[in-house]
């Protein structure tokens, strides 16, 4: 699983206290412009934007924002409850409304997306935070709060990435539990063979 606390951080100045909130909300975003577009604007404090984490499009990943803080992306209540991811765009669309991932199928890579998975999973697991809140900001539930943004896209694979999540969540299975699991297996072995002995025998089985 991805260790947290070895991401490279660049702070942002632009934070502010969660209060009495804990993160329980993931959000996805896709930027307008390049990651030193992006690093640059959420390091400039008159912007007053930024996100916990960046996403590149070769897979690495750039905290700017502590986790106990609330980073400036999706509007009030959602930034206090909000863990803020931007996935870094295929153009540099820079001083434009629209980013490629409202126009483009491939605006983003392979290991992008599973850097993403990746980052993800290891903050849900932390914060026990359930796949149902992993969202995008163009979630419907973020209108409420006068988000208007349509990023991460229509081209943002909910399905697929709710896949690379459930494949992170069964690579993580700790070393006790998978020799529990052998044993398991191994009991389960050996009762089918007492059911085949008992079959031989001339009983029916039962529970069939
Ligand atoms: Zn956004």
Not at 10 to 35: Q, W, Y
Request: aromatic share 10%; with cysteine; glycine share 6%.
């Amino acid at each position: 699983m991805l260790d947290l606390t070895k991401i490279k951080f660049d702070a942002s100045p632009n934070f502010s206290t969660r209060g009495a909130h804990k993160p329980e909300l993931i959000i996805m975003h896709c930027p307008v412009g390049t990651l030193q577009g992006t690093v640059s604007t959420f390091k400039n404090p008159s912007s007053r934007v930024s996100a916990h984490y960046v996403v590149d499009r070769d897979g690495s990943i750039l905290q700017m924002v502590k986790l106990d803080q609330a980073a400036w992306h999706a509007m009030n209540y959602p930034n206090l409850i909000g863990i803020g991811i931007e996935h870094v765009d295929r153009y540099d669309y820079s001083g434009r409304l629209m980013g490629g991932c409202m126009v483009d199928p491939n605006w983003f890579t392979e290991a992008q997306m599973q850097a993403s998975a990746n980052l993800v999973y290891a903050l849900m697991k932390q914060f026990n935070i359930p796949v149902e809140k992993v969202m995008g900001h163009n979630d419907p539930w973020l209108r409420q709060f006068h988000n208007t943004h349509q990023d991460p896209g229509p081209y943002w694979n909910w399905y697929q990435y709710r896949l690379r999540l459930e494949k992170c969540k069964q690579a993580d299975v700790p070393e006790a539990q998978q020799t529990s699991n052998d044993t398991a297996e191994k009991t389960s072995n050996s009762t089918e063979e007492l059911v085949n002995i008992k079959r031989k025998a001339g009983r029916p089985p039962r529970n069939k």
